[in-house]
């Protein structure tokens, strides 16, 4: 771990060697905070499950701050080696992806089926709480080709990394199990338990117990609209880049492309007339001519396959955004609900409908997903931030590197 | 003058100090050939008049290559300071150009409807011979704004560098009146004198008279049958070279500039939003969104800006060369004609109908527009090649520098 960079970054390196940018918030928490190391058990709180989650608050400008308490060492894990499976003799085939975690370096194997299924786990676990990213979509026809493998593998790369990066997700039993399965067996009990899991939805909460919950409720709230304000500008903004991306992308690939070559064609075939002149001495210029012509021509295909380079990064991480801010007005929604139910108990204790123990319980719930709501929005911001100075990085080298290049093309 | 920069080209200063490259053979006529200082005179042949024409030949491989005599300084003029003149009492308004010929640095001025004159009067005099530029467009709105006077300034210079290049035109009485008339009397007398002139049309080859005459007839409809095809394809590539300019311009310009312009905002917009995160650490991020997003606002000024940089003169110049190439038709078509005449006269001396003294004089007359037809299209190719090689070099070194500006802006 490196001194920090600037602008809330650390240079990192992996367990596999590789160096990239980590959010300094990722370690403030152990440094600064008090760490709460205990663990909750999913239903009897007593300490010994490995499903429990754990969370930290740290100091900033007047006000605390709720973080999530992130491990000393970053889960991560490799998808590659994306392999053709028969199955039926035969009769049926799929493609299995090799899924290697930085905490064991053993990989297992999945097809996109169980990704699937982890996915549908996530959601019902933890949908409530947290933005669960979508899965690349579905495709039917061309399964098999490689450019789609290709993609397909890099964008479960992209949907693992961002679950191995939640603390409390990557912590989970069925997000281990499927990371860190043994054998066949083993994968066959742990998908029956994890599908009979009944601690999901908003029950997820009762398994968190944060120390100090005494949160402001009007500055609870607050947060809460800024967030929801936040996310919604966001979402807009990210589809407006993604729109323009999409069309900037086209007519790269499409008309310019077409329009460079064009004009290649033209001074070649110019160059080509020159030379039937029969007049001496133009050597030079039809040579100039030609060249002119083939560099435009390089330029068409540099121009098509530009987007590959920069686009394409700026697009899959803004396209992943998208989703994450489609999650958030649902598990606000739930943290509203919780509000007003709250305060109808309030009503229904002065009508002696419930106990003040009623009432004590729900407001503690209530407390326990404002932090956590709270904890969340700083993951995501912290994240947010991580991912789009590196893709900004990468977006801003490779496009110089396109414009030296092409200038280059001159010399 | 400068020793040889390669490819038929030698660097040349002119009388204002203005370097630029001139054709080799501009001045290998004089240097290496036997060189015909006569005058002929229009009509009398007694070698007083200055509108006589004189041409030289050049051995050149196997043959001999039939070349106008270049005069020793290039005559050349400076059309600058449009003013806006008023007359009959301010009813009518025009705008006046400057014209300073390096010959006498004494400068004339003349509206647009005078440079019209001189174009009737040359397609008149010499349209039979040489291909007569067109010259720009009228306009009838908007005569009178900036943009409009300085395209229009621009071009006339074009037109006027031109003729003033072919040595048979700008020793004209007729040219030499438009540039060096004294005052308005002699301008009007000059005037109606050439309004007058009767050596015009295939006329005009009765005032040439070629020492050496003896060209084999095979050869001369050869080098004509392939230098009309050689304009006919110049003319298609020329003319594809100025369809996919235009779109290309259109699409700087257009979609192209809105498109990185809208780029620009969707960053500039994201970077806006992340502002109000309220969380801590994001100023490097939200510095780089913003930056990169004026970026694209510049390119999109300099991507619509591009082509008047660099494609406008390619486009001025392939617009010429069309004006050009559009004469030569006609030109070849009067020779042809002439070839026709003298092989009916080889019948019509048979049949007795005319003398072999008549049929002497129309070959003599071919051979003339043989060794005419062919000095122009010598005086055709070291143009082309010259007005291209510049034109091509202008043109890639304001692509170089574009592409270099804009991947600075990234820096």
Partial sequence: MKPSVGGG???????RGQTGLVPEDYIQVRGQCSIDDDEWDDESDDGKSTGGYTWSQSEEGGGTMQLWLYPQTQLDCVVADPKKGTKMYGLKSYIEYQITPNSTNRPVNHRYKHFDWL???????????????CLPDKQVTGRFEDEFIKMRMERLQGWMSRLCRHPVVANSEV????????????WKIGKRKAEKDETVG?????TMDPEIRELDPTEVEQKCETFSRFTRSMDDRVKDLLSVGHLHWKRCTGPLQKEYQRIGKAFQNLSSVFNTSGYQGEATLTEALTA??????????????????????????????KGLLGCFPDIIGVHKAAIEKVKEADRLVAMNKIGPQDKHTMAKNLSTMSYALQAEMNHFH???????????????QEQVQFYETVSSLYL
């Avoid at 990371?179 to 067996?185: F, G, N, R, V």
């Avoid at 540099?302 to 920069?310: E, M, S, Y």
């Fill in 175 to 186: 997000f281990q199990l499927f990371l860190t399965y043994t054998d066949e067996k083993d």
């Fill in 382 to 396: 912290s994240n947010r931030i991580y991912d789009y100075n590196r893709v900004m990085q990468l977006y801003l």
């Fill in 292 to 321: 002119t012509g083939k560099t435009y021509e390089e330029i068409a295909e540099i121009c098509a396959g530009q987007p590959k380079k920069d686009l394409h990064f700026l697009m899959e991480t803004n396209s992943e955004y």
């Fill in 9 to 15: 970054w650390i240079e990192a390196q992996n367990s």
């Fill in 119 to 133: 996915y549908e786990r996530l959601m019902e676990k933890f949908g409530c709480a947290f933005p669960i990213p």
């Fill in 202 to 206: 908003v029950m997820v909460f009762t």
